[in-house]
């Protein structure tokens, strides 16, 4: 069973910046790679993701603030975030699908992948 350990999240104000690492217990190259997040009281929301053709996708909502990378040797991937706003307040969580299955088509699917680490929390503050 892969496993996933995030860190970074905590408490910023708006503006401000914070970087999520998440390191993988498998060879990278075998997944699609990325992050989701989940509001309360909302659904599962795919964030950024590097996809089956190492492109990075990002959701509207984040595009030119939030920038997903990797490090394969060092089994992690990194998602730097900046110019953060209250509405990014949610649970991060790192995640991980095996290449060909469904979920790593798109960020649509990509939160319903099987693999994901405990979370961390991300808090932006007025």
């Known amino acids: 069973q892969v496993q996933l350990v995030e860190s970074g999240g905590g408490s910023v104000q708006s503006g401000g910046s914070l970087k999520l690492s998440c390191t993988i217990s498998d060879r990278p190259s075998r997944y699609c790679l990325g992050w989701f997040r989940q509001a309360p009281g909302k659904g599962r929301e795919g964030v950024a993701m590097?996809?089956?053709?190492?492109?990075?996708r990002y959701a509207e909502s984040v595009k030119d603030r939030f920038t997903i990378s990797t490090d394969n040797p060092a089994r992690s991937h990194f998602l730097q975030m900046n110019d953060l706003k209250p509405e990014d307040t949610a649970m991060y969580y790192c995640a991980a699908e095996v290449r060909g299955r469904a979920e790593c088509t798109g960020l649509v699917f990509f939160p319903l992948g099987r693999y994901r680490g405990q979370g961390t929390q991300v808090t932006v503050s007025s």
């Open positions: 590097i996809d089956v053709d190492g492109v990075p």
